[in-house]
């Protein structure tokens, strides 16, 4: 029997084979890559990674889904059952920065399993991913845009982001009510390293909860006019307006300004 797309997983199965053609073309596999999918449903592009890989790995929550795979009998296709959100990636796969990670992402969950990714990222060359396609416009936004903002400043900041193509919702069974889009995340060193990571995420997450305000009044428990001026701001700009480097250099100033003696 046909498996059923549940919505508590977020499920929509990809069907089209030109659009896997055009993933696994972006992804361009090599036989001894380390590759972890991630929700391989029913194999629609598991099958023709193994076509390529000498072993691939995958991570399936569904354990209908899991035990279909299972069925398959084999040996190169290692099963994780397992929710995607909760593994950690650095210890169940110790490839030193080698591990590719790919696949069709359940919209319900994209936003927090790309954080929990970007914790990861020390064993991470490099991710292609199939998401709403409003997710990957605010990913790949830039200062200035409308959709600029806390996922763009956290994505950019740990990566190079690159919006490959549109997928339609015909690709899919049952049809999404949005287009989707493929993503290529590239892991790499900050233009300007954050000395405490956590003040740069508190800074963006309070600063675009308050987008259309100030920095002036964003940040007015953290920083005064002065030092906002120091990173190259103006006290009068929006978060919107403030490009990645910038946040960097404004979160170190207030790293050492908390760390000065009073």
Same mark, same amino acid.
């Given at each position: 029997?046909?498996?059923?797309?549940?919505?508590?997983?977020?499920?929509?199965?990809?069907?089209?084979?030109?659009?896997?053609?055009? @993933?696994?073309?972006?992804?361009?596999?090599?036989?001894?890559?380390?590759?972890?999918?991630?929700?391989?449903?029913?194999?629609?592009?598991?099958?023709?990674?193994?076509?390529?890989?000498?072993?691939?790995?995958?991570?399936?929550? +569904?354990? +209908?889904?899991?035990?279909?795979?299972?069925?398959?009998?084999?040996?190169?296709?290692?099963?994780?059952?397992?929710?995607?959100?909760?593994?950690?990636?650095?210890?169940?796969?110790?490839?030193?920065?080698?591990?590719?990670?790919?696949?069709?992402?359940?919209?319900? @969950?994209?936003?927090?399993?790309?954080?929990?990714?970007?914790?990861?990222?020390?064993? @991470?060359?490099?991710?292609?991913?199939?998401?709403?396609?409003?997710?990957?416009?605010?990913? #790949?936004?830039?200062?200035?845009?409308?959709?600029?903002?806390?996922?763009?400043?956290?994505?950019?900041?740990?990566?190079?982001?690159?919006?490959?193509?549109?997928?339609?919702?015909?690709?899919?069974?049952?049809?999404?009510?949005?287009?989707?889009?493929?993503?290529?995340?590239?892991?790499?060193?900050?233009?300007?390293?954050?000395?405490?990571?956590?003040?740069?995420?508190?800074?963006?997450?309070?600063?675009?909860?308050?987008?259309?305000?100030?920095?002036?009044?964003?940040?007015?428990?953290?920083?005064?006019? #002065?030092?906002?001026?120091?990173?190259?701001?103006?006290?009068?700009?929006?978060?919107?307006?403030?490009?990645?480097?910038?946040?960097?250099?404004?979160?170190?100033? @207030?790293?050492?300004?908390?760390?000065?003696?009073?």
């Amino acid at each position: 029997m046909k498996h059923q797309a549940r919505k508590r997983f977020g499920q929509n199965f990809l069907i089209d084979e030109q659009i896997v053609d055009r @993933i696994l073309r972006a992804i361009n596999p090599q036989a001894g890559d380390a590759v972890v999918e991630i929700g391989p449903g029913q194999g629609a592009l598991t099958r023709p990674l193994l076509e390529r890989l000498q072993a691939l790995h995958v991570i399936e929550i +569904d354990r +209908d889904l899991a035990a279909e795979l299972r069925a398959w009998n084999e040996p190169r296709l290692h099963i994780l059952e397992a929710d995607a959100l909760r593994v950690d990636y650095a210890s169940e796969f110790p490839v030193a920065g080698g591990l590719r990670v790919v696949g069709n992402l359940p919209y319900n @969950i994209s936003t927090p399993l790309l954080f929990h990714l970007l914790s990861c990222r020390a064993v @991470i060359r490099d991710l292609h991913f199939l998401l709403q396609k409003e997710v990957v416009d605010r990913m #790949a936004a830039g200062p200035g845009n409308g959709t600029y903002g806390r996922l763009s400043v956290m994505m950019q900041y740990h990566c190079e982001v690159e919006s490959l193509f549109r997928v339609p919702p015909e690709a899919f069974r049952p049809r999404p009510k949005v287009d989707s889009r493929i993503v290529r995340l590239v892991p790499r060193a900050p233009e300007v390293v954050v000395t405490d990571p956590a003040c740069l995420e508190r800074i963006v997450r309070v600063s675009f909860t308050k987008r259309r305000k100030t920095l002036r009044n964003c940040l007015r428990d953290l920083a005064d006019e #002065a030092l906002i001026e120091s990173a190259g701001l103006t006290a009068v700009m929006r978060p919107e307006e403030v490009p990645v480097v910038a946040w960097a250099r404004l979160a170190n100033l @207030i790293t050492a300004q908390q760390d000065t003696p009073a």
